[in-house]
């Protein structure tokens, strides 16, 4: 009798605990009648444990859940072992949807149960808050577009797809032109508000099978739809350009935007999301250069020079943690003395592909990503380290230069960030001059004032770079004490044989002179120029004639000389190497016209654009030709070289084996990888020209330029400068 009352109590406990439990249980007969279902089904669903009794288990859910559920307790019946499990969505009685966790057990051989066991519960709650997870990790917050997650994803399926069928997609890559200026104007909150309308946009004028997708800040990608041709996608591009000759009304605003697009083609250009990505990339840089409002199809005509600042602009980022750049020096000359006076701290990128890589290729990147303090940071460190090296060695004291970009001066503590590297290695801050252009003191001259008092202040000297190429910037001669002027090299380049040219220089070494303003100038590379700016007696040059920016240790035996000679002899690593020539070459009095493509890259086949170049001179093994892009010489790069002589379209394959700098301009020794039918063409016509030459005979001069070399490359250049 005891035991008995122990029983009864038990099992009313158990059944307090079904009445008032959140989760519902049911046992069902083989046939899925339900035989018993607790209480909480009336919380649950909103219907009553004895409306249910009798029905199908089945009869509670619609659909694809249905399906889910019959899948379960069909594996049940046949295997007693396991637990089955299943996340279904089920309809209250009022119409509302809840997600429900199920679980499915064989308990036919239970004496007490003789049933299947259904239990399940409501977590609901939980799958919104993975669902909203989910969502964060595909969609963009503002737009609730894809995100790159999702465009990854989709452009892989993309290529799949267009394998299978033999169809075509496009990949375009938008940018919004000078969003950040916008963005600053307005605050982020308005500017968020213009993007969505900008997405809604865009989104509305694509077709339903369009994707359509925000990468990140103001860039957008759109995997077009399968077109026909090339001129479809074109025109397609054109379209979406003309959807912004209206502007977006942002609160009180009236605001309009241009835009860039990058397109590369699958399969023309590409057939794995990698290439088409990094294509569309290339594409949107040609296009930016181009000017708003355009659009660049990847082709052959997307430059080398974008692929190169494609290359740079991903290595950057890695770049300064693995130690691959380094600070050149290149010497200050007084002139009257060619006493070394001071130096300016350039920074390299000892790219392991690219070779040598100067700051005009990699400084506007590194602004455009971010880098560019950290970047600035270090060189000032490092110029440091080897200053309190230099002092304690033994060597003279003197002025270093250190550039400066605009986003530095905005830097958080920029001058009390100079001021304590420079007390770290123990140095008097007088040794420094900080170096800005014109352009930044034009521009930015009301931020920028007061930290330039304080420099001065603790006896940091300013330079004020490039003068002359501003528009306005006499004014702010006058109310800043500018220390050093740097006439800009585009001026010294031409003294004194372009009358303007000359004009302008002596107009500023006055002036300079009367403001009690030091001078420089910039880019001396020959006897005429040095000799002319004597005469006119500027302070201080600085350029190749005297010597090239130059490393740590080959600067510091410069300095330990003190005076630093200038260069009469030109050029004899080039003269050497062309009198080790097995062939004597045609040196033409006018340069020729070529295009160059990269051909091959590190040992890997490369489909990159074209870049203009002038030949100066062709023999049967090599040429030397002229460029305004900088390639590393380096056997496993293959170039080839493209060019008209004679009525022949000629074609060469091979390497630079040398290469000088003047004035942002490269010119390179080429030679020739063998290919004995190629020669044998090549033999052909440079004979018959020779032959003509010989005789006086009249030359056809198609494909010459009559121009000089830096106004050819200056109409329409493709590099960087």
Same mark, same amino acid.
């Given at each position: 009798?005891?035991?008995?009352?122990?029983?009864?109590?038990?099992?009313?406990?158990? @059944? $307090?605990?079904?009445?008032?439990?959140? *989760? #519902?249980?049911?046992?069902?007969?083989?046939?899925? =009648? &339900?035989? +018993?279902?607790?209480?909480?089904?009336?919380?649950?669903?909103?219907?009553?444990?004895?409306?249910?009794?009798?029905?199908?288990?089945?009869?509670?859910?619609?659909?694809?859940?249905?399906?889910?559920?019959?899948?379960?307790?069909?594996?049940?019946?046949?295997?007693?072992?396991?637990?089955?499990?299943?996340?279904?969505?089920?309809?209250?009685?009022?119409?509302?949807?809840?997600?429900?966790?199920?679980?499915?057990?064989?308990?036919?051989?239970?004496?007490?149960? @003789? $049933?299947?066991?259904?239990?399940?519960? *409501? #977590?609901?709650?939980?799958?919104?808050?993975?669902? =909203? &997870?989910? +969502?964060?990790?595909?969609?963009?917050?503002?737009?609730?577009?894809?995100?790159?997650?999702?465009?990854?994803?989709?452009?892989?399926?993309?290529?799949?797809?267009?394998?299978?069928?033999?169809?075509?997609?496009?990949?375009?890559?938008?940018?919004?032109?000078?969003?950040?200026?916008?963005?600053?104007?307005?605050?982020?909150?308005?500017?968020?508000?213009?993007?969505?309308?900008?997405?809604?946009?865009?989104?509305?004028?694509?077709?339903?099978?369009?994707?359509?997708?925000?990468?990140?800040?103001?860039?957008?990608?759109?995997?077009?739809?399968?077109?026909?041709?090339?001129?479809?996608?074109?025109?397609?591009?054109?379209?979406?350009?003309?959807?912004?000759?209206?502007?977006?009304?942002?609160?009180?605003?009236?605001?309009?935007?241009?835009?860039?697009?990058?397109?590369?083609?699958?399969?023309?250009?590409?057939?794995?999301?990698?290439?088409?990505?990094?294509?569309?990339?290339?594409?949107?840089?040609?296009?930016?250069?181009?000017?708003?409002?355009?659009?660049?199809?990847?082709?052959?005509?997307?430059?080398?020079?974008?692929?190169?600042?494609?290359?740079?602009?991903?290595?950057?980022?890695?770049?300064?943690?693995?130690?691959?750049?380094?600070?050149?020096?290149?010497?200050?000359?007084?002139?009257?003395?060619?006493?070394?006076?001071?130096?300016?701290?350039?920074?390299?990128?000892?790219?392991?592909?690219?070779?040598?890589?100067?700051?005009?290729?990699?400084?506007?990147?590194?602004?455009?990503?971010?880098?560019?303090?950290?970047?600035?940071?270090?060189?000032?460190?490092?110029?440091?380290?080897?200053?309190?090296?230099?002092?304690?060695?033994?060597?003279?004291?003197?002025?270093?230069?250190?550039?400066?970009?605009?986003?530095?001066?905005?830097?958080?503590?920029?001058?009390?960030?100079?001021?304590?590297?420079?007390?770290?290695?123990?140095?008097?801050?007088?040794?420094?001059?900080?170096?800005?252009?014109?352009?930044?003191?034009?521009?930015?001259?009301?931020?920028?004032?007061?930290?330039?008092?304080?420099?001065?202040?603790?006896?940091?000297?300013?330079?004020?770079?490039?003068?002359?190429?501003?528009?306005?910037?006499?004014?702010?001669?006058?109310?800043?004490?500018?220390?050093?002027?740097?006439?800009?090299?585009?001026?010294?380049?031409?003294?004194?044989?372009?009358?303007?040219?000359?004009?302008?220089?002596?107009?500023?070494?006055?002036?300079?002179?009367?403001?009690?303003?030091?001078?420089?100038?910039?880019?001396?590379?020959?006897?005429?120029?040095?000799s002319f700016l004597r005469y006119l007696n500027c302070y201080t040059g600085q350029g190749y004639f005297y010597s090239r920016p130059v490393p740590k240790i080959?600067?510091?035996?410069?300095?330990?000389?003190?005076?630093?000679?200038?260069?009469?002899?030109?050029?004899?690593?080039?003269?050497?190497?062309?009198?080790?020539?097995?062939?004597?070459?045609?040196?033409?009095?006018?340069?020729?016209?070529?295009?160059?493509?990269?051909?091959?890259?590190?040992?890997?086949?490369?489909?990159?654009?074209?870049?203009?170049?002038?030949?100066?001179?062709?023999?049967?093994?090599?040429?030397?030709?002229?460029?305004?892009?900088?390639?590393?010489?380096?056997?496993?790069?293959?170039?080839?070289?493209?060019?008209?002589?004679?009525?022949?379209?000629?074609?060469?394959?091979?390497?630079?084996?040398?290469?000088?700098?003047?004035?942002?301009?490269?010119?390179?020794?080429?030679?020739f990888t063998v290919d004995e039918n190629k020669q044998l063409l090549l033999h052909k016509v440079l004979n018959e020209y020779q032959s003509k030459l010989d005789?006086?005979?009249?030359?056809?001069?198609?494909?010459?330029?009559?121009e000089s070399v830096n106004q050819y490359f200056s109409s329409g250049k493709n590099g960087i400068k």
């Open positions: 009798m005891v035991y008995q009352n122990d029983h009864y109590s038990e099992l009313k406990r158990f @059944q $307090g605990l079904i009445q008032e439990s959140c *989760d #519902v249980f049911v046992i069902a007969s083989p046939e899925a =009648k &339900i035989q +018993y279902i607790s209480p909480a089904v009336e919380k649950f669903l909103g219907y009553t444990p004895e409306e249910e009794i009798g029905k199908s288990i089945f009869n509670m859910f619609e659909d694809r859940e249905r399906v889910k559920v019959v899948q379960s307790f069909q594996q049940a019946l046949t295997d007693s072992s396991q637990i089955f499990t299943a996340e279904v969505t089920a309809q209250t009685r009022l119409g509302k949807s809840i997600y429900m966790e199920l679980t499915v057990r064989n308990l036919l051989s239970d004496p007490f149960i @003789q $049933g299947i066991v259904i239990n399940w519960r *409501d #977590v609901t709650e939980k799958v919104v808050d993975r669902q =909203k &997870i989910e +969502y964060m990790a595909a969609y963009d917050r503002v737009t609730k577009l894809p995100n790159q997650n999702q465009l990854l994803q989709q452009l892989q399926l993309e290529c799949e797809r267009a394998k299978d069928k033999g169809t075509s997609f496009a990949l375009m890559k938008v940018d919004i032109d000078g969003f950040k200026h916008v963005n600053n104007a307005l605050g982020y909150q308005l500017g968020d508000q213009l993007l969505l309308q900008f997405a809604q946009r865009i989104r509305n004028f694509l077709s339903e099978e369009a994707f359509f997708s925000r990468s990140e800040g103001d860039l957008f990608r759109i995997i077009a739809p399968r077109l026909n041709s090339a001129e479809e996608y074109e025109q397609m591009a054109k379209d979406i350009i003309d959807l912004f000759s209206k502007p977006f009304t942002v609160d009180i605003y009236e605001i309009y935007l241009s835009i860039t697009i990058g397109i590369s083609l699958f399969a023309e250009d590409a057939q794995d999301p990698d290439t088409l990505l990094k294509y569309s990339y290339n594409a949107l840089l040609q296009a930016k250069k181009e000017g708003k409002n355009k659009y660049v199809i990847f082709s052959s005509q997307v430059n080398i020079e974008s692929y190169k600042q494609f290359m740079l602009r991903n290595d950057l980022h890695a770049a300064l943690e693995n130690e691959q750049f380094q600070v050149y020096y290149q010497p200050f000359i007084k002139l009257r003395t060619n006493e070394i006076i001071g130096a300016e701290a350039l920074i390299r990128w000892k790219h392991p592909k690219w070779g040598m890589v100067s700051p005009g290729e990699f400084i506007s990147l590194a602004e455009e990503i971010g880098v560019i303090v950290s970047l600035g940071n270090w060189v000032l460190r490092e110029v440091c380290r080897n200053y309190r090296q230099w002092l304690n060695e033994g060597l003279p004291a003197m002025k270093i230069s250190v550039n400066y970009s605009g986003i530095q001066l905005f830097e958080k503590d920029f001058v009390e960030n100079i001021l304590k590297t420079v007390a770290e290695f123990e140095l008097d801050p007088h040794f420094l001059i900080v170096e800005l252009t014109e352009s930044i003191l034009i521009h930015e001259f009301k931020s920028i004032k007061s930290s330039i008092r304080a420099l001065q202040a603790v006896g940091i000297k300013v330079a004020l770079d490039d003068f002359g190429t501003g528009y306005s910037s006499f004014a702010y001669l006058h109310r800043l004490k500018i220390d050093f002027l740097k006439i800009d090299c585009s001026f010294i380049r031409d003294i004194p044989l372009n009358n303007k040219s000359t004009l302008i220089t002596k107009s500023i070494i006055t002036l300079a002179r009367d403001l009690g303003i030091k001078l420089v100038a910039e880019g001396v590379e020959n006897a005429e120029q040095l080959d600067f510091e035996q410069l300095l330990a000389k003190k005076i630093c000679e200038p260069n009469y002899v030109s050029n004899l690593s080039k003269e050497q190497h062309e009198e080790r020539r097995e062939f004597s070459r045609i040196h033409f009095h006018q340069q020729l016209k070529a295009d160059l493509t990269i051909f091959e890259f590190m040992g890997n086949k490369a489909k990159v654009g074209t870049t203009r170049v002038l030949i100066k001179d062709i023999g049967p093994e090599g040429l030397c030709f002229i460029s305004d892009v900088r390639f590393p010489v380096a056997k496993d790069i293959v170039l080839k070289i493209t060019t008209q002589l004679m009525g022949q379209e000629i074609k060469v394959y091979g390497s630079p084996v040398w290469t000088e700098e003047s004035s942002n301009l490269y010119e390179y020794g080429f030679k005789m006086n005979s009249k030359v056809d001069m198609d494909g010459f330029v009559a």
